[in-house]
């Protein structure tokens, strides 16, 4: 019987060269799926309705934030303003931004009223300004800074070319 060692160096993500340092946040940075992004996003359409003095029943987010054609964000829900309407809002079409979206207003008597200044100065500039916050969600986790708070938390170990190793 013959038995070998090797002997394998492996390299915090600090000790890397730049070139290994992009390879490795790439790679990582590929399978992300934002765990946290739906969650957060509805924190922030729920912050942006009540600093407008609205109230809500559970809130959809829905969101495509690729830097794609029909992307942007869109929520489906219940709303309601202090005056006792209810605004209930629905996805439409196959995208998901501010524009793709049925909006229903009720006043107290359950009598049908019109949407268009909700949709113009609550619901469309909530959806932007949520939109914009998620995209800057995306690119601070996909930096490099929170790749090496990421690395550091949870003692990643790589190989010099940038290949993440399991210990």
Do not use: W
Request: hydrophobic residues 25%.
């Amino acid at each position: 019987m013959k038995e070998i060692t090797k002997t394998i160096k492996v390299y915090d993500f600090q000790e890397l060269s730049q070139e290994a340092k992009d390879k490795a946040r790439e790679s990582f940075n590929q399978d992300e799926d934002y765990p946290f992004l739906q969650d957060d996003l509805r924190e922030y359409i729920h912050e942006e309705l009540t600093e407008r003095g609205y109230t809500h029943d559970e809130l959809t987010p829905m969101y495509s934030l690729s830097y794609c054609q029909g992307d942007g964000l869109m929520f489906e829900g219940v709303v309601y303003d202090k005056e006792g309407n209810s605004y209930e809002i629905k996805q439409s079409g196959h995208y998901y931004h501010e524009r793709s979206t049925e909006i229903t207003a009720m006043d107290k008597e359950e009598e049908s009223i019109e949407t268009e200044d909700f949709e113009e100065n609550v619901y469309v500039p909530i959806c932007k300004k949520v939109r914009d916050k998620g995209y800057e969600y995306i690119e601070y986790i996909q930096s490099e800074e929170s790749f090496v708070e990421t690395c550091e938390a949870n003692e990643y170990n790589f190989l010099s070319n940038g290949t993440m190793v399991n210990e």
